[in-house]
Every structure is written in C-alpha cells, then in structure tokens.
C-alpha cells in the first residue's frame, strides 16, 4: 500500500509556483520521499528526492517538514508543460517504487 | 544518449493468447524493474532483476506472468493466456550502478510503456 496522501487535483496559474503538497505520516527514519511526475502517455520521470534536508535541483524544491511527515514540491515558475501527474512516493526496501494515486497538476495560461 | 525502450509499443491480443514485451535498458544499468499501470491508477511494481538476477518477484499477480533477463541487459515480461484484466500500460525502469546492493536509492528511468489491450 502507498505509504503516501495526496491531493486528486490541483490547478495553477502559467508563471506562478506551482505547491504539492504530501503527508507521509507513517514514514520510517532511513525512508527517502522521492517526486516523479508523468506526463500524459509517457513513463514517469524522476524529479527530486530528500531524506531530511530541503532539496533543491534545476526542476523544482522539495521542502521536508522537520518531522518529516509532510513534504511540499514547489514548482517556481510553472509553464503549460508541467501539467502532469505528479507522485510523492515513499521509497521502500529493495528500491521499488510505491507510486500511490498522485496529484494531477493542471497549469492553466 | 538513448533512453529506455519497450516494444511494442502497442499490443493487442485475444484472450487466451500468450503475449511478451521487451524491455531494452539504458546501457551500463544494473538494475531494471517492471511495473503494471492500469488505467487512472498510479504505476504498481511487478518483479526486479540485479544484472541478471530476479531479486523480487512479490509483484507478480499471477503463475501466469513470467519475466526474464538472461544476460543481464535486455529483458522480456512474458504474459500466458492473456486475460481481460491484464490490459494496462507495462512500463520498464531502469537504474544505473553506484549503490548497488539492494535497497539502491539511484533514480529509476522510465521507458514509455507498452499499452496491453485484450480483448
């Protein structure tokens, strides 16, 4: 089971920031959060992934709250492009991927 | 360079009918994964190969779905006797070496899919 919560949808406006949110309540210590996003007939695409410290990388922020049961992606400057599926995902033993229902982004101009 | 492949990219079969989809990773990966996205759902992990070792299989629903990577690169999910409830979109991942024990944390790379349709 997805070890993960996350709004069905969320929409946003061309060239504002773009806040997923995520609650991982249940995440255990050495249990990395990691970010994919799919794009509409594609595979999902890694975006960013953080243990304990915010991350930041040319895609996008990831902000951990300090007891770590919460996450935020922040997209800065969202363009049409990043309408997709976006999926937190707690990263489980052996290196699977437990993808839950996702956030469907809409970036509208 | 190139990414991760699958073929077809498209199948349809008859019920009944044995299927087998190819997975060709990024050159170099250790690791390479399956997983089953059904329509509307998130991507459901199947089975996990180590060069050529299947380290995990828990994914598997069924004695009917067999995967396989006999030299450590490309590899095949095979599917017999195809049910209805096997359409969905298989997607392959791979992952490049560096942490290579299992429980890697390397990033996974996704090919497009292979969009199962049986009728």
């Known amino acids: 089971d997805a070890k993960t919560t996350q709004p069905t949808s969320m929409d946003c406006a061309e060239g504002r920031a773009a806040n997923l949110p995520c609650n991982h309540s249940t995440i255990s210590g050495n249990e990395y959060v990691y970010w994919y996003r799919q794009i509409h007939s594609q595979g999902p695409q890694y975006i960013i992934h953080g243990l304990k410290n915010n991350e930041t990388n040319e895609m996008a922020s990831l902000i951990i709250t300090e007891d770590r049961k919460s996450s935020t992606l922040i997209l800065p400057h969202a363009t049409l492009r990043d309408t997709a599926v976006y999926y937190c995902?707690?990263?489980?033993?052996?290196?699977?991927?437990?993808f839950g229902q996702g956030t469907e982004l809409s970036v509208k101009p | 360079g190139a990414g991760v492949s699958q073929s077809p990219r498209y199948k349809v079969a008859k019920r009944g009918q044995d299927v087998a989809l190819r997975c060709d990773p990024i050159?170099?990966?250790?690791?390479l994964f399956w997983y089953q996205q059904a329509l509307g759902q998130g991507p459901e992990f199947l089975t996990y190969f180590q060069n050529e070792a299947q380290l995990d299989k828990s994914g598997l629903p069924s004695d009917r779905f067999f995967a396989e990577r006999p030299e450590g690169s490309v590899s095949t999910l095979k599917i017999q006797r195809t049910q209805q409830e096997d359409s969905a979109v298989y997607l392959c991942a791979s992952s490049p070496p560096g942490q290579h024990n299992y429980g890697s944390y390397n990033e996974q790379f996704f090919g497009p899919g292979t969009r199962l349709t049986v009728l």
């Open positions: 050159s170099g990966h250790v690791s």
């Open positions: 995902i707690v990263r489980v033993d052996g290196g699977k991927l437990i």
